[in-house]
């Protein structure tokens, strides 16, 4: 009787089996990380069109949008000024950012900002506002202009700015 060997896989094979798994699951996974920071951003600019549109019935009853002193960037007036209790009627609940539930980012900025100023003097009749967000992925450059002409333009940021109204 012949007893034959068992063929089977080498240490080598299988290290070399277990690499290559391990490439392509790391590759795997930084394209998922990608793709879910590419989601997040697109909810920030959804959220912020969701807020402009409120903005746009909050004008339409009462003839100007909330109004706010500029703030710096390190403070926010997205849930401790007039925002929430302005849109209410419209807005459920001001969106949070996907990330982080507070309108403070980690770093210190701002997630959201909500920015409305007047333009003329006591009797102000033009007003304008602009939407801010931070994204997590490098975003397409994008200005907003003022009713004095003034050209609001920041990198790596979501930004929408509303009509000014006379």
Known sequence: MKY???RGFTLIELLVVIAVIGVLASVIIAALGDARAKARD?????????IQTALEMYY?????????????SYQSTW?????PTALAPYLA?????PTNSSPIAPNGGVNYSYYALSYGGVT???????LVARPEKSFPLRSVRACDG??????????????CTQ
């Not at 697109?42 to 969701?50: E, M, Y």
């Not at 849930?79 to 925002?83: A, C, D, E, K, W």
């Open 93 to 97: 609940t001001l969106p949070a950012d």
């Open 42 to 50: 697109a909810k920030r600019l959804g959220d912020l069109r969701a």
């Open 150 to 163: 003034t050209i609001f333009s920041y990198s790596n940021t979501i930004m929408i700015g509303g009509n």
């Open 79 to 83: 849930t401790t000024g007039v925002l």
């Open 124 to 130: 102000t009749t033009q007003q304008w506002y602009m």
């Open 4 to 6: 034959s060997l068992k």
């Open 60 to 72: 339409a009853d009462n003839g100007a949008y909330p109004q706010t002193t500029w703030v710096s």
